[in-house]
Structures are given as structure tokens and as C-alpha cells.
């Protein structure tokens, strides 16, 4: 099995949240509006930040969403807009490598 070498049009975008049931429902909601192929809940985590001049700690999920890298500035808008916190964490980082028939996939659901 080969995996696809150098970057490729996917892209991984982590999104934090407070919890696993917000997690799905903006996971779901991405995913139904075609911004993204798939969105992955992973629950009990903590987070350990600074906040406005003290240490804060919060139980958080995370999402994480494969999508096409034509389609991240929409996601990134639209997670921003549906997102409970002030300032949430939205990151996208690109595909290096990864198995063809998985990133085909990823780039065949875009835009639903």
C-alpha cells in the first residue's frame, strides 16, 4: 500500500469545544452543510490555558474534521460563527501524505 506523497488538496481542521454532545452537534452540522467530509468527536480531555491574566482548567472534546482545502476558510467561518466560545480554537493543517482512496474520498464529499 502506498500512501500519496507531498501535500495534498486535504486538509485536518481542530476544533476544541466544551463537551462531547456540542462536539457532535457542530461535527453533524459541518458535516450537513458539505464544509467538510467527516468530523470526529473525541471526548474527555482537559484543558490547561491562560485566560484573561489567570490559569484556567475546562473539560473539552475535540473535533476533528477532514476537508478540502478549498472548502477550510468556509468551515473555519462558519465553526467561528456557530462556536459557544469568545475566541475558539480553529486550526487547519495540511495533508502531507495519506492513503489515495481516503483523501479521494475526503475531496468527493466536499460540498456535501
Known amino acids: 500500500m502506498s500512501a500519496v506523497s507531498g501535500e495534498s488538496l486535504v486538509r485536518v481542521v481542530f476544533v476544541t469545544v ?12 459541518v458535516v450537513e452543510e458539505g464544509l467538510a467530509a467527516c ?3 473525541l471526548g474527555g480531555g ?3 490555558y491562560r485566560w484573561k491574566g489567570s490559569v484556567q482548567e475546562d473539560p473539552e ?5 477532514k476537508t ?3 472548502r477550510v476558510e468556509e468551515l ?3 465553526v467561528v460563527e456557530w462556536h459557544p ?3 475558539p480554537e480553529v486550526l487547519a493543517l495540511p495533508v502531507e501524505a495519506g492513503h489515495p482512496p481516503y483523501l479521494a474520498w475526503v475531496l468527493g464529499e466536499e460540498g456535501g
Do not use: N
Open 46 to 48: 482537559v484543558s490547561v
Open 85 to 87: 466560545y469568545e475566541v
Open 61 to 65: 472534546a475535540l473535533v476533528v474534521f
Open 76 to 78: 473555519m467561518r462558519r
Open 39 to 41: 468530523g470526529t468527536v
Open 68 to 70: 478540502a482545502a478549498a
Open 18 to 29: 466544551p463537551d462531547r454532545e456540542q462536539g457532535v452537534a457542530l461535527a453533524r452540522r
